[in-house]
Structure formats: C-alpha cells, structure tokens
C-alpha cells in the first residue's frame, strides 16, 4: 500500500481537519515524500512516519499546530528547512536512523520552540565533539538523544501530553495510594507479617484489657474488705449480746 492510500485509511471517517494524531506505517512512498499529507490537516498535533521510506520533508504541508514529528528509520538527507517555515510549533524531532551527514544540515532546524531532537544511528552522531556542537548551534534544545547537556535522561512523560489526557484528576492518584497503604497496614500481607497498624491496635487492645483486669482485682479486693469489716461488727455485736445474756442470767440466779 503506498502512502496517499494509507493516510486515506487512517482517516476512519473523520476529515482531516478533525485529525489531531496521524500515525503512518506499512506502507512505501513512492517519490520519497510525503504523500497524501495535506494542508487540510491544520489541527495535526502528532505524526508519526517511521521506515516508510521518506528521502526528504520538502513537500512537508503547512501543519501549524505540528507539535510533534516522529520520522526515524527513513532515508531522509535534506529538505529540513522546510520545518521551520512549515512547523513553526515543533518541539520534539525524531530523526535518528536515517542519512544526516554533516552538522551544517542541522542548521536548518532553527526552530525557536525545539526541545527535543534524536540524531541517533545517523552518520553526524559519531563526529568529533557531536553533542558539544550540536547544543552550541541549537542552543534552543534541552534534549538531544534522550540525554541534556549534563548528560541527565530526558522523562519517559516528556512530550507526552497524551499520558496527561488519560490521567484522572489532580489528587486521584495520590488518594488511591493512601487508601492502598491503609489498605496494607490494616490487613495481614502475603509474606505471613501483620500490618504495624493492627499490632499497635492489638496492643493498645492488651493494655485496655489489663486495665479492665486490675480493676477487676481491685474492686474484689475492697469487697473482701468490706465483707471482713461487716463480718468483724456482726461478731462483735453477738459477742455482746452474749455477755449480756450471761448477765441476765446472774441477775436470775440471785
């Protein structure tokens, strides 16, 4: 299938002004130009057009809002001035794996908003001083081949503003996580350990109950107390009530 036919089918009912990612494969230019890709696609964010043959992005149409532009594993050597003119809102190129030669063919890519840009697996990507001199005539780029100046990997979200989209609301993530690590403090792991949560409710558990219990000792205790006390008076009232019986009794014999 070339590549007019493949565009067409990736259509799948919308126009192309409704289209905002395009991405393009299995198939062969047959110029080696992009063809099909027309000025009609004025909302196109993100194209994708890996190893689908392209020589040049000449006849690159006027995509405006052309955030992103994927196109590695070509046989693309020219026509990157076209970009600028053409894609003033670029910030990420992909062009590794195909046939860039000198460092003077990136002059081109004078685009005041390029972050990112892969040369990887191209000729100018082994040169002496390669990633000096491509920061120093694009001092616009943050990112070149994955790494900065400081030699610091670029994010995986980097440019990826589709991760974003599918992403809920902001605090979303960080609740569910809270309710996970409650989740895994209150209950009995797989590895057979106890959460610290419920150790330190058992504990608090064991010190109310020990509580409870001297209460309990106590409370038996002073109602052995009061029982010994009531037992002492209730005999020493029959012990008086003995004498005076006894007394009555002297009292009857005389």
Not at 132 to 151: A, H, I
Request: proline residues 4%; hydrophobic residues 30%; glycine residues 8%.
């Amino acid at each position: 299938m070339d590549m007019k036919a493949r565009i067409a089918q990736e259509l799948k009912g919308r126009t192309p002004a409704e289209v905002v990612e395009l991405v393009v494969y299995n198939c062969r230019s047959s110029d080696g130009e992009v063809e099909g890709l027309t000025e009609d696609y004025a909302r196109l964010e993100v194209l994708s057009v890996v190893n689908v043959g392209l020589s040049s992005l000449a006849k690159l149409p006027p995509l405006p809002r052309l955030r992103k532009l994927e196109a590695s594993d070509n046989a693309i050597s020219g026509g990157l001035d076209a970009l600028a003119e053409r894609c003033p809102a670029l910030t990420h190129l992909n062009l590794s794996g195909n046939r860039i030669k000198e460092l003077s063919a990136l002059e081109a890519l004078n685009l005041k908003g390029l972050r990112s840009l892969d040369l990887y697996s191209c000729e100018v990507s082994t040169a002496a001083d390669y990633r000096e001199n491509v920061f120093e005539l694009l001092p616009q780029l943050t990112y070149l081949d994955g790494y900065d100046q400081e030699d610091n990997e670029a994010p995986e979200s980097e440019g990826d503003d589709d991760d974003d989209d599918e992403a809920g609301p902001p605090g979303d993530e960080d609740d569910e996580e809270e309710d996970e690590e409650e989740d895994e403090e209150g209950s009995e792991g797989d590895d057979g350990e106890v959460g610290l949560s419920y150790l330190m409710k058992e504990g608090i558990q064991d010190e109310e109950d020990d509580g409870d219990y001297v209460e309990e000792v106590e409370e038996e205790e002073e109602e052995e107390e009061d029982g010994d006390v009531e037992a002492a008076a209730v005999g020493g009232e029959k012990r008086k009530r003995d004498a005076d019986d006894e007394g009555d009794d002297d009292d009857d014999d005389e």
